[in-house]
């Protein structure tokens, strides 16, 4: 729910051994700049970086697996739905349909708690993306029966049993321990743990009548919550690329791959409290994502 050279990409790839491959990965790649030549265009000098934050940050993207057990490592199609209206500054203007709303009437089948009953189109591909990786970067997937019914639901059943396998031994006792959990990966008591993916934008690179390749625009919260908590929450930014079939009547995934970004420049927002932040997850649902 990243990766320049990624390794385990292949149709029979195991867990890859960078630790920056992530399911909803919190990696985050900064560029510094001296004082005076800030990202922010106003040459304002840089603030001290935050060790704190780059080794929040080492901790959860070992999290979100997902990008460790594609079997094909997509490439980009030819989709894209920008228009060239730009001037003046040599940029381009988004075309209108990839912000506003399609008016077509959101699914209202439930495998389990996930969507299901996808629209035979590109429109229900992308939704049907959105939605699955929520499932497979959730805190759910650390509950190895939560994470076979997640499994079924999600994926074609060509691909079960390699995805089963593959996330049963990256899902390890090394893994929970890392993120502060018990060794069966529950959660200690006292403290919340967070594992969530929300889905930004997305769009499809490669289509034909029961096939589409879809990429999600994603931001990821990961951690663990609670008083003295030495893995505190942290946020991320990623892309995934996931290539669909269309199976029995809907939508299903055979192949999952990630990348980082992109990432806007970080605000100014004070940080909240581990109480806020677990009384936050806990208070607010998720969504059903239907383009």
């Given at each position: 729910?990243?990766?320049?050279?990624?390794?385990?990409?292949?149709?029979?790839?195991?867990?890859?051994?960078?630790?920056?491959?992530?399911?909803?990965?919190?990696?985050?790649?900064?560029?510094?700049?001296?004082?005076?030549?800030?990202?922010?265009?106003?040459?304002?000098?840089?603030?001290?970086?935050?060790?704190?934050?780059?080794?929040?940050?080492?901790?959860?993207?070992?999290?979100?697996?997902?990008?460790?057990?594609?079997?094909?490592?997509?490439?980009?199609?030819?989709?894209?739905?920008?228009?060239?209206?730009?001037?003046?500054?040599?940029?381009?203007?988004?075309?209108?349909?990839?912000?506003?709303?399609?008016?077509?009437?959101?699914?209202?089948?439930?495998?389990?708690?996930?969507?299901?009953?996808?629209?035979?189109?590109?429109?229900?591909?992308?939704?049907?993306?959105?939605n699955y990786s929520v499932a497979l970067g959730s805190a759910e997937m650390f509950d190895k029966a939560k994470r076979d019914s997640i499994l079924h639901a999600v994926i074609a059943p060509s691909a079960v049993n390699g995805f089963r396998t593959t996330l049963d031994q990256a899902y390890s006792t090394g893994l929970f321990k890392n993120l502060g959990l018990n060794d069966d990966g529950s959660t200690p008591t006292g403290f919340t743990f967070i594992s969530r993916t929300t889905p930004i934008g997305t769009k499809v690179t490669k289509s034909s009548t029961d096939q589409a390749t879809v990429e999600v625009w994603?931001?990821?919260?990961?951690?663990?919550?609670?008083?003295?908590?030495?893995?505190?929450?942290?946020?991320?930014?990623?892309?995934?690329?996931?290539?669909?079939?269309?199976?029995?009547?809907d939508w299903k995934a055979v192949t999952h791959s990630q990348k980082d970004g992109p990432a806007p420049v970080g605000g100014d927002t004070r940080a909240s409290s581990a109480d806020e932040i677990a009384g936050a997850v806990n208070g607010f649902g998720g969504f059903t994502y239907a383009r």
């Amino acid at each position: 729910m990243s990766h320049g050279d990624e390794k385990g990409y292949g149709s029979s790839s195991g867990r890859t051994d960078d630790g920056y491959s992530t399911i909803g990965g919190t990696r985050q790649t900064r560029t510094r700049f001296p004082d005076g030549e800030g990202g922010d265009g106003y040459n304002t000098p840089r603030r001290p970086a935050r060790n704190s934050r780059s080794l929040v940050t080492v901790v959860g993207v070992v999290v979100l697996l997902i990008a460790a057990i594609a079997f094909a490592n997509m490439g980009g199609g030819g989709g894209g739905g920008d228009s060239s209206g730009g001037s003046g500054n040599g940029g381009s203007k988004p075309d209108s349909s990839s912000t506003a709303a399609t008016g077509t009437k959101p699914v209202d089948g439930k495998n389990g708690t996930i969507a299901s009953g996808f629209a035979h189109d590109d429109q229900g591909a992308q939704s049907a993306a959105a939605n699955y990786s929520v499932a497979l970067g959730s805190a759910e997937m650390f509950d190895k029966a939560k994470r076979d019914s997640i499994l079924h639901a999600v994926i074609a059943p060509s691909a079960v049993n390699g995805f089963r396998t593959t996330l049963d031994q990256a899902y390890s006792t090394g893994l929970f321990k890392n993120l502060g959990l018990n060794d069966d990966g529950s959660t200690p008591t006292g403290f919340t743990f967070i594992s969530r993916t929300t889905p930004i934008g997305t769009k499809v690179t490669k289509s034909s009548t029961d096939q589409a390749t879809v990429e999600v625009w994603c931001t990821g919260l990961i951690g663990l919550a609670g008083e003295g908590s030495t893995k505190p929450v942290a946020d991320g930014w990623f892309t995934i690329t996931m290539e669909l079939k269309w199976v029995s009547g809907d939508w299903k995934a055979v192949t999952h791959s990630q990348k980082d970004g992109p990432a806007p420049v970080g605000g100014d927002t004070r940080a909240s409290s581990a109480d806020e932040i677990a009384g936050a997850v806990n208070g607010f649902g998720g969504f059903t994502y239907a383009r």
